[in-house]
């Protein structure tokens, strides 16, 4: 069920650069999209899950509305990419079930919480938000600052951009 939410009722003529736009709309997503419901269905589904180790995921009000906008797209890359391969998509907070203790460590080392966000299409980077809407990756080359909006990381990804790598010390 796609429900409108004046909260998220921002003119896509500004908000993404065209090609991002136009992927974005080819994988499902409009302006107004809002699906509540499935948002709340992976938030209990995350909050439920304990590891074997006994590690639980923090979900918080950006992870939910990220989730009521994009979540269950499948976005594929519009081009070539500017510095980097594009990274195609898969927006599924439940790809990052199994990652609780790895999001809690990232994000006590940068004293913020993590929820999972989705996947790349080839399964090797998993896609974070703090509380404040930022976005992370994490693979096995690293961690990755992918942009301070979900926004911001979309068009990173899907556009090519370098994203920053996280370091320590």
């Given amino acids: 069920m796609t429900v ?34 499935q948002a709340e269905y992976w938030a209990d589904a995350l909050r439920d899950h304990t590891t074997p180790a006994g590690h639980r995921h923090t979900v918080f009000p950006a992870a939910v509305e990220a989730w009521a906008e994009f979540g269950g797209l499948r976005i594929t890359a519009p081009g070539p990419g500017r510095q980097t391969a594009p990274t195609p998509l898969r927006l599924d907070p439940l790809t990052g079930l199994h990652m609780a203790r790895t999001f809690a460590d990232l994000g006590r ?35 990755w600052y992918l942009g301070a909006s979900l926004d911001e990381a979309l068009t990173l990804l899907l556009t090519g951009l370098q994203p920053t790598r996280l370091t320590t010390g």
């Fill in 109 to 143: 080392a940068l004293s913020t919480q993590l929820c999972p966000l989705g996947i790349d299409a080839d399964g090797g980077t998993h896609l974070a938000l703090d509380r404040e809407g930022r976005v992370y990756g994490i693979d096995h080359t690293g961690d």
């Fill in 4 to 37: 409108s939410s004046a909260s998220y009722d921002r003119s896509s003529a500004t908000r993404f650069p065209v090609a991002v736009d136009s992927a974005l709309r080819t994988a499902g997503w409009e302006p107004g999209r809002w699906d509540i419901k």
